[in-house]
């Protein structure tokens, strides 16, 4: 089984509507997580950072941990053309490790 | 420009040659991570430092590649006697570690594409 598992996709929603991403994870002790961006071509941009259960808010996008099923997931409000990238998950396990494991990642489009 | 500083952007290299590929950190960051992504791939981990110490080379193929971080200086991957398969986009993070006992998130560079011809 794969450390952290994302869908590839792609994932393909219209312009305006909401994005859902989704990643597990296998290690039950992770405590940190990370959603990044990639544009095609470019490097990794930092989303957001979640650490507690529940829901956090930033702008258009919504971070959602659930350490109990062991998924995060992340949700982009009002989808806009310009939010067509791939989307990476990474996790970190606080072992006294501060080895961070990236999921494959899931490309999304949005639809204009 | 407080970022991740990466180069340079583009290296072409003949089979045989060296690569190095050159890394300074965030300000005041001193986790340093490399990774290896192919087109259309995922970030594959290769190493992980702190100043002077290789703390995980789990990721990095145990001939031709190294990597330090120095106590001064940018932090280095080498690979030597390069192949075609090491063409691909090497990425390098920093992070802060921990701050407020809260893991902070790594910060990405722009890349280097190595081609090898």
């Known amino acids: 089984q794969k450390e952290v598992e994302q869908n590839s996709g792609p994932l393909s929603v219209p312009e305006g509507a909401i994005a859902s991403l989704n990643c597990t994870y296998s290690?039950?002790?992770?405590?940190?997580f990370f959603w990044y961006r990639q544009y095609s071509g470019k490097s990794p941009e930092l989303i957001m950072s979640?650490?507690?259960?529940g829901d956090k808010e930033d702008g258009r996008f919504t971070a959602q941990l659930n350490k109990a099923s062991q998924y995060v997931s992340l949700l982009i409000r009002d989808s806009q053309p310009s939010d067509s990238a791939t989307y990476l998950c990474?996790?970190?396990?606080?072992?006294?490790?501060?080895?961070?494991?990236f999921g494959t990642g899931t490309r999304l489009k949005v639809l204009a | 420009n407080a970022g991740v500083m990466q180069n340079p952007r583009h290296l072409v290299r003949r089979r045989g040659q060296e690569a190095r590929l050159r890394c300074s950190p965030m300000?005041?960051?001193?986790?340093v991570y490399w990774y290896r992504q192919l087109p259309e791939e995922g970030l594959k981990f290769m190493v992980y430092?702190?100043?002077?110490?290789?703390?995980?080379e789990s990721g990095m193929p145990k001939e031709r590649f190294s990597a330090e971080f120095p106590k001064e200086g940018p932090s280095i991957l080498r690979i030597q006697q390069v192949v075609r398969g090491d063409s691909a986009a090497y990425f390098c993070?920093?992070?802060?570690?921990?701050?407020?006992?809260?893991?902070?998130?790594?910060?990405f560079g722009d890349g280097t594409r190595l081609s090898i011809l």
């Open positions: 993070a920093s992070s802060l570690g921990f701050r407020d006992r809260v893991l902070q998130p790594q910060h």
């Open positions: 290690d039950r002790v992770s405590q940190s």
């Open positions: 979640i650490y507690s259960n």
């Open positions: 990474a996790v970190k396990a606080d072992r006294g490790t501060y080895k961070y494991i």
């Open positions: 300000k005041g960051h001193s986790h």
């Open positions: 430092l702190q100043k002077e110490n290789i703390i995980d």
